[in-house]
């Protein structure tokens, strides 16, 4: 299926700004960067499925409309910073034609400009969506929620609300 024009736009304004979007050969490299920063946060002691993951990441491949995986390269061209996002309707919305958000799945960036870039090319993405009406990101890792927040900030976002976390005890 060809993009529309306004999609094809919108995604060679974030090539220009150093944003590409992912292709199956850069899978092993952006596993091996969320199982890192996995490994750091409260999500350890999760267990995450390569290939769930590598199931999501195609499935947005084929169809702009659902979502895109956006990755910053570094010098030799491995992938430095990912951005998962998806379009997803408000619950309480029709499901078929009402108002959706923009959402991140997995955001990971170590430096600053890489996580503005790939901010700027989700932006890019979903205004090309005509029911999107918002992008709504949130930092629900332990590390560094400072620095995302402020990089959310700087992005243009405005903070709206809070993430609350309750581990299930051990006994039940």
């Known amino acids: 299926?060809?993009?529309?024009?306004?999609?094809?736009?919108?995604?060679?304004?974030?090539?220009?700004?150093?944003?590409?979007?992912w292709v199956p050969d850069?899978?092993?490299?952006?596993?091996?960067?969320?199982?890192?920063?996995?490994?750091?946060?409260?999500?350890?002691?999760?267990?995450?499925?390569?290939?769930?993951?590598?199931?999501?990441?195609l499935t947005l491949q084929k169809d702009w409309t659902l979502g895109r995986v956006?990755?910053?390269?570094?010098?030799?061209?491995?992938?430095r910073a990912v951005l998962a996002a998806t379009a997803m309707p408000y619950w309480w919305a029709h499901q078929g034609h009402g108002p959706q958000y923009a959402t991140e799945m997995i955001f990971v960036s170590t430096l600053r400009d890489s996580g503005l870039k790939l901010l700027r090319a989700l932006e890019l993405w979903a205004w090309t969506l005509p029911r999107v009406k918002?992008?709504?990101?949130?930092?629900?890792?332990?590390?560094?929620?400072?620095?995302?927040?402020?990089?959310?900030?700087?992005?243009?976002?405005?903070?709206?609300?809070?993430?609350?976390?309750?581990?299930?005890p051990e006994d039940t």
């Open 70 to 79: 956006f990755v910053t390269r570094d010098s030799t061209g491995r992938p």
């Open 134 to 168: 918002k992008i709504e990101m949130d930092i629900s890792s332990d590390i560094h929620p400072e620095r995302t927040s402020e990089l959310y900030l700087d992005a243009g976002f405005k903070q709206t609300g809070t993430i609350f976390v309750k581990d299930r």
């Open 1 to 21: 299926m060809a993009l529309p024009h306004r999609v094809r736009m919108a995604c060679e304004e974030a090539a220009e700004a150093g944003v590409d979007l």
């Open 26 to 57: 850069d899978f092993n490299q952006i596993y091996r960067i969320l199982m890192a920063v996995q490994k750091r946060s409260h999500y350890r002691g999760m267990q995450t499925s390569a290939a769930q993951m590598m199931r999501s990441f």
